[in-house]
């Protein structure tokens, strides 16, 4: 009795010790990790990376003058990173707008280590749940040296960290949205996204130059929120637009019974 005591005071010991004392160390993700918005400002569009043939293209070149969802992940990544790529293929699935069409995607690699083949393995993977017919020009899968990687998450304000040990990045999660010029136009957080907000963020970053009129009516409704990454309702300007449109009906309304009215009385002349 007295060893079956010891032996479960011991285990008890065991399942109460911490994580790390029992060899699995849970580390919370680092300070300089994160993601600081820089709406409005411009990316270098000269930076040179690899595309997944091994062919050097600048930034800009690979956006192709079009509004652009940029993605930065590490293409070895087993965790957070196919959790992104998988959410915003999904996303975009569900939009009619065509990538390669009315939109760019592209995708960079935070690891100066990776390799154009990494890059073309992880495009041939994320197509083949996009099967759009301009998908294959539509969707950039680059690499780069550490200079252009750095200027280029400065310039969007993605903070990461390199683990040596772990062999590992630590990264935050999101979207950002460019405009054909290379500017900042929105961020999206997380591994989940709205195709509402970000069909709307493509038709803001390209100057509404894209869309359907429902889209222009949606964007007098909701507005982008900086902290949350979403479009959320704007109760006053729907209930302007509401405004509008009901003295627009009035207005109409009042025409035709004038002219109806005025019909009536001419017709009334006509017959004395």
Request: aromatic share 8%; hydrophobic share 45%.
């Amino acid at each position: 009795m007295k060893g079956c005591a010891l032996a479960i005071a011991a285990l008890l010991l065991v399942a109460l010790a911490p994580a790390g004392a029992r060899g699995h160390t849970q580390q919370a993700p680092p300070a300089d990790v994160g993601i600081d918005q820089h709406l409005g400002a411009a990316v270098p569009l000269d930076l040179p990376f690899r595309n997944e043939m091994g062919e050097t293209v600048t930034l800009g070149a690979a956006m192709q003058a079009k509004p652009t969802v940029l993605a930065l992940v590490y293409y070895k990544c087993t965790m957070l990173c196919p959790l992104l790529l998988d959410g915003m293929v999904r996303a975009l699935k569900a939009m009619s707008f065509d990538a390669g069409r009315e939109f760019e995607v592209v995708v960079v690699s935070i690891n100066p280590r990776e390799t154009p083949l990494l890059a073309a393995m992880k495009k041939q993977e994320t197509l083949s749940r996009y099967p759009r017919r301009h998908a294959e020009q539509g969707w950039a899968f680059l690499t780069g040296e550490e200079a252009s990687i750095r200027a280029l998450t400065g310039a969007v304000g993605f903070r990461y960290s390199y683990d040596a040990k772990a062999d590992e990045y630590a990264h935050p999660a999101g979207l950002v949205l460019l405009t054909p010029g290379g500017k900042v136009a929105r961020y999206f957080y997380g591994i989940e996204f709205s195709p509402r907000d970000l069909r709307l963020g493509l038709v803001e970053a390209a100057d509404e130059r894209i869309g359907s009129p429902v889209d222009q009516v949606l964007l007098l409704c909701y507005h982008y929120d900086p902290l949350t990454g979403k479009y959320g309702f704007a109760i006053m300007s729907a209930l302007r637009l509401a405004g509008a449109v009901t003295v627009l009906c009035l207005g109409v309304f009042m025409v035709i019974m004038f002219r109806r009215e005025r019909g009536s009385r001419d017709a009334s002349a006509g017959r004395t």
